[in-house]
């Protein structure tokens, strides 16, 4: 009886061999230029703030109003004026320097207040019981008291500016401490750390992201405290830095001069956001495989 095979014309050879079909490569097409400009971040965010000042000079020059909103070109040439002169680059130093001291000092009191709060249950009651008195308190508002306390100085804005790096960080720190996960804990214990090693080698490389943001979040808070403080400060004492400036100016009825201390701490925060903090984070963040 004929099988299956040879009823339908097929023909069966045992030791015949299938070949596989040939794969087709996948061949991959370069990117043109366009496309790779595009895969860059900087050059997306240099393209949407080229969009904001063009909106912003065919806004201010429909409204043609210079004392109320300046056009983008005369803030630039006002900007320049102010960097050629030196003035504005002295104030803007004068600014800086007072913000490094007063964000170097909220740094330090935050990772003492971090590292007690996650050795031991009264300092995480502590610090649970400072940030809900004191986090949603505006560092502004302590500037009047900082006046009395410590004159009319640089004291004053160094004391407003520590209390708004402070509870930032040390919150989004011990949130970071806090999320470390069981293994990593029980890994650093194995391993006979305690104490501050225990802190450095684990709690700290696992955090860091947490970390990061509030250094962030801390930098941004003490930048905009500072120059809302130099506005009062600068006021009191005929002196301050950018804060000053803009009030001066403002007084002076120098509208572009206004926009081109405003721009100045726009830039410096672009700078320190996509320079600086990108680097850190760089190095550290997705170095280590914590972020794609």
Known sequence: MPSNLEMHGASYAPNQVTKPEPVQAIVSKPLT???RLWNRGEVRKGLLLVVLAAIWQVYAMRLDNPLLFPTF???VEALWEGVASGGLLSKTWHSIQILLVGYTIGLALA?????FAITTRVGADLLETLTSMFNPLPAIALLP????WFGLGNLSIVF???????????LNTHSGFMSVSTTLRMVGRNYGLSGLSYV???LIPAAFPSILSGLK???AFAWRTLIAAELVFGVASGSGGLGWFIYENKNQLEIPSVFAGLFSVILIGLLVENVIFRQLEARTVRRWGMQH
């Open 200 to 202: 450095g080698k684990i």
């Open 73 to 75: 070109t005369s803030t």
């Open 217 to 219: 979040i801390g930098w």
């Open 33 to 35: 230029l366009g496309e």
């Open 145 to 148: 008291l900082a006046l009395i």
């Open 160 to 170: 407003v500016l520590v209390h708004s790096v402070l509870w930032a960080v040390a």
């Open 111 to 115: 990772a003492l207040l971090a590292v």
